[in-house]
């Protein structure tokens, strides 16, 4: 009898995993123990990207609102202008899911700022920009630095002498250097940094937003710590912990200073709440992994495109001689580079560094689009689908700068266009993103003409957390 009830009760259990709640949005059927996961799985190849699989999976169920289950978590993908905005401005989507994948991102603790959330991201976000802006993020001196970095990636163009190379590693080098000069004072010994910056691109292509093997059956990194990629976010963090604890370490035993990492060791010897050494490389760890592959990806785009349209790089460049000569580019030419500014805006558009927000967590039961988004609930924010709406975008899969260009010749303000999020968790490096992009594409373009050796590099990404150029090489040509 009681091995009766057992087996009753298994199968009304799985049973009950594949019910969809009531009023859920629309999506694909749910199986036991996987929920649609191996679906999605078995369309990556089609596609390419989970992200793709998801796209096309929305408009199958002509819908804004996706309703998902992978594994035991409920899963919703969010599209379109109104429930992006519903997302990012209301308090309900705040917080960040809470999942095993992510806590392992930060040695399986719940710190730093992008995936945490309530009081502990309330005080440290204000707290970590209040303390990079009063070392220059943002400022004069910010620019001077994104200058001087500009400098040194033109020696290594000047040493290419028109030979094929790839500068993302050199691009990515000058943006970490920059930004952890204001969080450590210093700048990351090269080795180091190299082998950090390759762990995490592969972190990014391995894994997906929407949750893999590993978020799913944690237990599967004992069995196969390579093929969950368990083994690369383990190499990963050794590096970038070794890079955060060095720098910690020299910042307790060397007299006072004013960056970042002082001004927090000061809240942490006054006993602050809130304020621990884990805490502390939570945040730092948080900065160099947004900062390692965004920027870069951005340029190489960049690049891509000037590459693929030669009659646009010849206008960029031409306007760029007309206004600028030979001065050296400074953030505030972008008003008066209106060619180029929209150039940027488009490549933003057509090849989003952030094809999905960083994932949300329902902290209530939610109303959207008549359905019901239930208390706990992941939700994926897709700003690619948005920046390629034909609704809202003319020919959306024509590289076009020209339509950030009004009438009159004056840049527009581009209406939806988020490359760095919006409302309260919008990307808080967005300052220093925008300025360094525009600065080292002006920078390059004044003094290099761009060509390949056959035909140009695919416009293809590879989309995992983030999308990343396919790797290519190009000549940069002095111009004379
Ligand atoms: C081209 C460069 C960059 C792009 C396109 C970019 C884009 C984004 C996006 C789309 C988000 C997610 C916003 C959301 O979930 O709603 C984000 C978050 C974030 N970014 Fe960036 N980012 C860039 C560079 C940087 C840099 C250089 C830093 C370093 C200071 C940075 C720090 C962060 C942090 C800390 C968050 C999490 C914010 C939070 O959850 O409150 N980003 N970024």
Redesign the pocket.
Known sequence: MFVFISIVLIFVYIFSTVIKPKKYPPGPRWYPFFGCFGLINSRMKQHGSQWKVLSEMAKEFSTKVLGLKLGNQLVVVVYGEKNIRQV?TEKEFDA?PDSFFLKLRTFGKRVG??FVDGPL?REH?PFTMKH?RKQGFGKPPMEQDIQAQLNNILDVLGKSNGSSISIRTPMSIA?VNI?WKYVAGEHIEENKLRQFLQFSSARSKAFTLAGGYLDQWPWLRFIFPNWTGYNIIKNMNKEILDIIEDAIWRHHSTVEGNDYIYSFLKEIYDNKDTYTEDQLKGVCL??LI??SN??SS?LDFAFICLLRHPNVQNKVYEEISRVLGDDTPSWSDNGRLIYTSAFLSEVHRLCT??PF??GRRALTDIEMEGYLIPKGTTIL?S?GDLHQDETLWDEPNTFKPERFIDENGALKTPANLY?????R??????P??RCF?FIMLVGIVQKYRLQCNGPPPSAESVIGLLAEPIQFTAQFVKRL
Not at 419 to 423: A, D, H, S, Y
């Open positions: 990012t960040r700022i992008t991201w976000r990079l943006l930004i948080d900065i947004a900062a965004t920027g951005a560094v952030a927000l960083g924010v700003l490359p760095f999020g919006l409302g968790r919008r990307c808080p490096g967005e220093l993103g992009i």
